[in-house]
């Protein structure tokens, strides 16, 4: 079991979003990279992401992992930020129905799950629709 401790809770790009931008051509890696993959620049600038973008695709999770067994059925996707940086993460507050391609959606912090007896508290992002 894995145990909270500062540094985990203060991943940036987890908790603030953040990403690297190539200080030669602009590329924006999400996580983060020591290289750039578009021009090989190993010069980065912190940028925090766009926080709407819209549905590239999606599926409906029936049949959960463990830890999220409760939420199941859940729907998962893939959506474009209006930098262009793609993300994947639960999509939430929105019928399986009302689910397209293309909608809009835009970023929220929440809680992932949590850990069995020792109550620890993941915490992430979800999409929401906009």
């Known amino acids: 079991m894995p145990t909270p401790s500062r540094y985990w809770r203060e991943i940036p790009q ?8 190539c200080a030669s ?5 999400f996580p983060p990279r020591l290289i750039c993959p578009r021009c090989g620049s190993q010069e980065f600038a912190k940028t925090k992401l766009a926080d709407s973008g819209k549905i590239l695709t999606y599926t409906i999770i029936r049949v959960a992992p463990h830890q ?16 262009g940086v793609k993300l994947t993460a639960q999509i939430v507050d929105c019928n399986f129905e009302d689910l397209k391609i293309g909608m809009r959606v835009k ?14 508290i993941y915490y992430g992002y979800k999409f929401v629709k906009e």
């Open 107 to 120: 970023i929220e912090f929440r809680k992932i799950y949590e850990e069995g007896e020792a109550g620890v």
């Open 68 to 83: 999220y067994v409760d939420q199941a059925p859940y729907a998962v996707g893939i959506a474009e930020q209006d930098d």
């Open 25 to 29: 051509c602009g590329y924006v890696c």
């Open 14 to 21: 987890r908790y603030r979003l953040e990403a690297g931008k």
